[in-house]
C-alpha cells in the first residue's frame, strides 16, 4: 500500500486547521509502527490503515476528536496489535529465519516523543537503542500486548493510563507487561559495547573477510558466536543458523570463495555499525551485528530481497 500521499476526503480538507498537524504525525507514526512490527513495509501499511480510517470519518467527527495525535496513536497501535497476532501464524510458515527489516540510517527513526516524567529515566531505552537489531529480536519473543505495552511506555513515553486503552488491559496489568519487557531487554543490553568500539570491530571483521584470513575471523569471533540468515526462500542461504565462530568463519570464507567481487560496504545498520554486501552494484545481503568484549557475538544477515528495499530504493 502507497505512503506516498495521505487520503483527501472531501474536497474542502485543505482548509481544515488540524490538517498540518495529522499529517505531521506520520513520522512519528512510523517510528512507533516500525518499532511494533520490526517490518518497515508492514508498519508504513498500518500507519496508511491509520489514515484511511481517520478520513472515513465524517469531517464534524474529525473536528470532534481532542487529540488527532492522540487518536491517529491509539488507532495505529491496534492495528499492529492486531497485525502482531496475525504475524506469528505468518512467520511460522516463513521458510528459515525471520529477522526484523534492516533500516538504513535515517535521522527520522530516531524521533519521537518527548518524556512524561514518569517512572526512573534509567528504566528507559533511548529511541537509536530501540531499533538496533538485537532489540527488535528480543522484542520479537514478546507476546503482543507485552510488545505494545513496552514500546508505547518505555520508548515513546506514554503513560499506562492511555497504553491500558490500547491493549484493553488494567493500567496495572500494562505495567507489569513492560516490566517484564524491560527485564528482558536488560538481560540484552548488559553485554554491550559501546558504538565506537563496535566500529572498529566490524571494521576489522569486514578487512577479515575481503582478505580470506579465516584465522582473524576466527579471533573476532566468539568461540560461541551465532549467525542467523533469513533469506525468505527468495534466494539461497542457510535455513539455520550457524554456530560456533570456526563454522562461521569457514562458511564466510565459502561464501567469498563462491561470489567474486562481492563488495563489502561499511553502513550503519539500525543504528549501529554493519556491513552491506554487493554483487554487480546490487545490494543482496545487509549484516548487523552484537558483540561483548572484543568478540562478535552474533550476525544477522538479511538477504530476503524483499527486505532490502529501503537500501536499493530511493525513500
Known sequence: MSTSSVPSGSGDDRY???????????????NLAYRLLGSLAEAEDAVQETYVRWYAMSRQRREAVESPGAWLTTVASRICLDLLGSARVRRERYVGAWIPEPLPDRREWFSGRAGDGEADPADRVTLDESVNMAFLVVLESMAPAERVAFILHDVFRYPF?????????????????????????????ATEVPTAGQAGLVRHFKEAWEAKDIEALVDLLDPDATMIADGGGMVGTVLRPVEGGERIAQYLIHIADKAPGLTLLERTVNGGPGLVAQ?????????????????????WAVRNPEKLRPWIEPR
Open 16 to 30: 481544515e486547521p488540524e490538517l498540518s498537524a495529522v499529517v505531521g504525525e506520520r513520522r512519528q507514526l512510523t
Open 161 to 189: 493510563a492511555e497504553i491500558a486503552e490500547i491493549v484493553g488491559r488494567t493500567p496495572a496489568a500494562c505495567r507489569q507487561l513492560a516490566s517484564s519487557a524491560r527485564r528482558r531487554i536488560r538481560a540484552e543490553r
Open 279 to 299: 554483487h554487480a552494484g546490487v545490494t543482496v545481503t545487509v549484516a548487523a551485528f552484537s558483540l561483548a568484549g572484543d568478540r562478535i557475538t552474533r550476525i
